[in-house]
DNA sequence: AATATTTGCACAAACGATTGTGATTACGTA
DNA sequence: TACGTAATCACAATCGTTTGTGCAAATATT
């Protein structure tokens, strides 16, 4: 090592300045520097105080590495997250880091893209670095959970948020999704629509399931009948929502009002309804979910539902230090709900308030 | 340890297998284990071959904290950005996170949410994870760098991108903001605008100072005059460019075109040119700067400067690479400087080409 | 055949922090 | 005075890898 030692060295003596730098120093053991500096009850407060300032004066930093070592895990929380362009998963994301960095731990965040495979090695990856637990958004496709046996059996504390598996016992803070169709459904309703359609998601992920059944949900308080003809299943993107948009519009008794499971999806229909010489909302309503940034540059602006984004990362953190805390109950399931909020727009609104 | 044993566990020895578990199994030492995996010439190619496949069978799953512990350094790269949403850094992130998965590194990322005092806070948190390298985007109000001298005098690689430290002489992969402002006013004149105002930046950071400079090179070279009343400085905000337009709207001589330096600004000079009753482009042609995911959704849509975000991205790792590769020369300056390309669309286009 | 060289592997000491156990001192009480 | 208890701290092992050095056997050189 030639740079122990070198003047040229940030630290004074040429290397960041360890445990036994201080103890030396004090002529303590490192022992003692360790539980000072954790505040262990076996350490006099003096003693306390005096390892305390050296620590400052030489601007001690713990090695988190060493520490993560000895205790077999590290203060580093995984993240996967299929992407993180667009408002919803960078403000969970964010959401997440506040609350981690509060908590003293650092996020490390992969995408998967969308692609299981690259899931999988994001997994691999974050056990990897020893993280203290994982928190997980899954990817579209994903329908097979396998490779989140070995994180539980490692005995990791894993949490899922938005997308999770469906049909597994799992920790997880969601979206009360059909809330949210039922509330959006219920507004185009109220709003003296009649034939409202639905562009949902894929039918295998939970959250398009909840926000397609509370469309019905709403359909039937109202006495409506659920017309499947009504109903166009798509992969969520731009293109999608035009593909629907003009599928629904080639109906004999094309909708008055459109509920779609998303706002990309929603931004495309309206561009088809714009390019179809229909007026939105008078002609047809439209109403998206997410809430993303673009729902305020539309023209006329997009109805949508907010997901409280931000909320849902820290509920995430919680519950991973909630699992963290007592590992005696692995087992114990974990679910956290969160409502969400209609926000009206333009898009939507033909009886001003 | 009450976990080591129990047969509850994924691993069959109640625990991670380790490289002392693989040793004992072949009757070899953990010497011989670790230069199998690592391929180091001083092990036969019999034993290697016995050691991968016992590797691969136990499902060996080596452990990075305690080599980074040993050779005082992990395979982490930490980032820091001002902020995440937004096309321009979640696309520079996912190169970021391309380039370094495939070199092997992981990623730690963290928002300064423009703030000092945060990105000061990132920086020791990342020094503490013993990040391998350090990938930085400057917060908007930082204007002094001490707290990189921390970091350059451990020793650890630190490279800027696009926002970086004005005056001091680092390692910085950035866009060519000069030539984008350049095309971008460029491109009004031939659009055959005369007097093309400017909505710039904080005065302080060099990318606003570059893109500044190429409208005022654009102008200079069609002969026209200067015009500071032409100049609106803002803070890049949504408002600001809404503040911004009305101002050079109230000129007596007011633009007949505005080139933006960012596109949320250049979207709230669209939006008080279409309150105001005026036509874009024919009354006002407009350009922004990035090329946000919302240009193709305004109407029109908006004309910009795309930076080759993930470009920007993994031109960092890279050189973050070179950087840890030859330690020896870590006072060398490494510059790489990316070239715009200008997207033109319906804000600018009087004349279809 | 004797010596020089290479090849293949083991020993053991790190890296820096944590922690169960035990030793020492000081204080209190009987 | 004698003994129990509490308060303080040190010893030493440990987490899993890496790596300089050393030693033996195998191969090559003369």
Redesign the pocket.
């Known amino acids: 090592m030639a740079r122990r030692g070198t003047s040229d060295d940030y630290f004074p003596g040429g290397?960041?300045v360890?445990?036994?730098d201080l103890?030396r120093e004090l002529?303590?053991?490192?022992?003692?520097?360790?539980?000072a500096?954790?505040d262990h009850?076996?350490?006099?407060?003096?003693?306390?105080q005096k390892v305390l300032k050296l620590a400052k004066k030489l601007n001690?930093q713990?090695?988190h590495l060493?520490?993560a070592?000895?205790?077999?895990q590290s203060r580093l929380l995984g993240v996967v997250v299929p992407y993180i362009e667009g408002r919803f998963f960078a403000s969970v994301v964010h959401g997440i880091e506040q609350a981690a960095t509060k908590a003293g731990y650092s996020v490390i965040i992969c995408q998967s893209s969308e692609d299981v495979a690259q899931e999988r090695r994001n997994i691999d990856t974050l056990l990897g670095a020893q993280v203290a637990g994982l928190l997980v958004s899954l990817a579209r496709e994903t329908r097979d959970f396998k490779h989140f046996d070995k994180v539980r059996k490692r005995g990791t504390p894993l949490v899922f948020f938005d997308r999770t598996p469906a049909g597994e016992s799992v920790n997880a803070v969601v979206l009360n999704d059909r809330a949210g169709g039922y509330i959006s459904t219920q507004h185009l309703l109220a709003q003296g629509c009649r034939r409202v359609a639905h562009i949902a998601g894929p039918r295998h992920m939970s959250i398009y399931q909840g926000r397609h059944q509370g469309y019905l949900d709403a359909l039937a308080e109202h006495g409506l009948p659920a017309d499947d003809a009504l109903v166009a299943y798509s992969n969520m993107t731009q293109g999608d929502g035009e593909r629907s948009m003009r599928d629904l519009l080639a109906l004999p008794n094309p909708p008055d009002a459109v509920f779609a499971a998303g706002d990309s999806v929603a931004l495309g229909a309206l561009q088809v309804l714009k390019a179809a010489g229909l007026r939105v909302p008078a002609d047809v309503a439209l109403a998206g979910f997410s809430n993303e940034g673009f729902t305020l540059i539309t023209e006329p602006r997009l109805t949508s539902v907010d997901q409280h984004c931000e909320e849902m990362g820290q509920a995430a953190v919680r519950m991973f230090l909630d699992l963290a805390a007592d590992a005696r109950h692995p087992s114990a399931q974990r679910q956290v709900v969160l409502q969400p909020e209609l926000i009206v727009r333009e898009s939507s609104l033909r009886r001003p308030a």
């Open positions: 290397a960041p360890s445990m036994a103890a002529g303590v053991s490192t022992t003692t520097i360790s539980r500096l954790s009850h076996s350490i006099g407060p003096a003693t306390k001690y713990p090695n060493a520490a070592l000895r205790r077999g």
